[in-house]
């Protein structure tokens, strides 16, 4: 057991946003010493999708266990915990419910502070607690309920460039594997949707299927996943009728469809990633010797939209920087991270349990959408590599707006 005069500080945090039960204490140095993560997973993918009231009962069931673990794995006296911190913002609202509850009575029983945590906010700064990444920095946050693109400013400060209008893209790529009947498929049986779809593309050709990339015509950072979503379904219900797909089957073109639909999520990705990266150039935002990207959340995992982002960084002057794919889905250390930086600074800590609520649609940053798109800023054309791509100096021009009229046909 850890000395209670160590001078190391503790951090317990509590996340029940959405379908995982996740607890886990780290210290001030960000050493994680304990995690404890239940994920609710098969469940969902037998029921077709996530259904609040059955997350809601799982977390009820599994809470108390979880937390319980997590102490005891750490070999930490409760003496030794600082703080509780706990996602309050934004998810579903029977989950949050769940953990905000629990993390209440335990703090108030062990006459702790407790710290309320923005969901979003904590994947962009988990970054911080793996590696030397300073504000400000920009950052995408991309899973099955967000896609955010915005600037990190400090702990409570942020600014959004741009989020999606209807569907996620986690969900949109949830969804289509779905439709495709991927689950039938026993290597697929128990992982997410969108870990099939990034497996089985590739092996397909990403220029098999015609896939348009949505809000191209918009000058903005905003993105839109449903009309992707719905082209998907309607391939997908054409290739059944050709090739005579009977019920319970996956079409012999999934791994194309895959590949081109992936595909074309990471190119309206990268096309709104790239606006935003010119207008934080325009107005000078980030140091010009330190320019830094962040991407996080749970499809930040999949490895080739993370490669195209990687390109856009390099064509625009930034570091691409990533938590490790572990720590980009939804779980306590980032919870216990984000609250052990508000400690540190003495940001957040209240007695007054009563007084947190959970806010389930709680927005993102101070929007500034609406200046990003009066910028008017025209980007140019992407000739996006394929798969594999490293690093390399650019071609003289690659980067030049000469193909600017392009960009909404060939990105």
């Known amino acids: 057991m850890a000395s209670v005069n160590s001078g190391r500080r503790y951090v317990l945090g509590i996340e029940t946003s959405c379908d995982d039960t996740g607890a886990a204490i780290v210290d001030d140095s960000g050493n994680i010493i304990s995690e404890v993560l239940s994920s609710q997973l098969r469940i969902h993918l037998r029921n077709g999708g996530i259904i609040p009231p059955v997350a809601r009962d799982l977390h009820k069931e599994k809470i108390e266990s979880v937390v319980e673990e997590c102490l005891m794995k750490s070999k930490l ?52 607690m793996v590696e030397d990444v300073p504000f400000p920095f920009m950052t995408m946050l991309i899973s099955g309920g967000h896609s955010l693109i915005g600037l990190a400013e400090d702990i409570n400060s942020w600014r959004l460039f741009g989020t999606t209008l209807d569907d996620a893209p986690g969900e949109c790529m949830d969804k289509t594997a779905r439709q495709l009947r991927l689950i039938n498929l026993p290597q697929y049986e128990s992982i997410s949707g969108g870990a099939a ?24 950072c905003d993105t839109s996943f449903s009309g992707l979503k719905w082209k998907a379904k309607k391939y997908i219900m054409e290739e059944e009728k050709k090739h005579g797909t009977g019920p319970g089957e996956v079409i012999p073109t999934a791994a194309h469809l895959c590949a081109s639909f992936q595909h074309s999520i990471a190119r309206q990705l990268c096309k709104k990633l790239e606006r935003a990266l010119v207008y934080a150039n325009q107005k000078e935002l980030l140091p010009p010797d330190r320019k830094r990207f962040v991407v996080s ?66 927005p993102f940053g101070v929007d500034e959408r609406a200046e990003v798109a009066k910028a008017n800023i025209r980007t140019g054309y992407i000739k996006f590599p394929q798969s594999g791509w490293t690093s390399k100096p650019l071609k003289k021009n690659e980067n030049s707006e000469e193909a600017e009229e392009k960009s909404s046909v060939a990105v």
């Open 77 to 128: 006296d409760i003496s030794q915990l600082d703080a509780v911190a706990v996602t309050n913002r934004p998810g579903m609202p029977m989950s949050l419910l769940v953990g905000l509850g629990y993390a209440k009575v335990i703090a108030e029983k062990w006459k702790k502070p407790m710290i309320p945590v923005h969901h979003m906010e904590a994947h962009a700064l988990t970054i911080r």
């Open 297 to 362: 959340g749970g499809v930040a995992c999949n490895g080739y939209i993370r490669e195209m982002l990687t390109y856009i960084c390099h064509r625009n002057g930034y570091e691409l920087h990533a938590p490790p794919p572990k720590l980009c889905c939804d779980n306590g250390v980032m919870i216990a991270w984000n609250g052990m930086e508000k400690l540190k600074r003495g940001l957040d800590l209240t007695y007054e349990y009563d007084k947190v609520d959970m806010h389930p649609d709680e």
């Open 197 to 220: 779809i990034e497996h089985l593309a590739q092996s397909g050709d990403r220029n098999h299927f015609e896939f348009p990339v949505a809000m191209s015509m918009y000058r903005d």
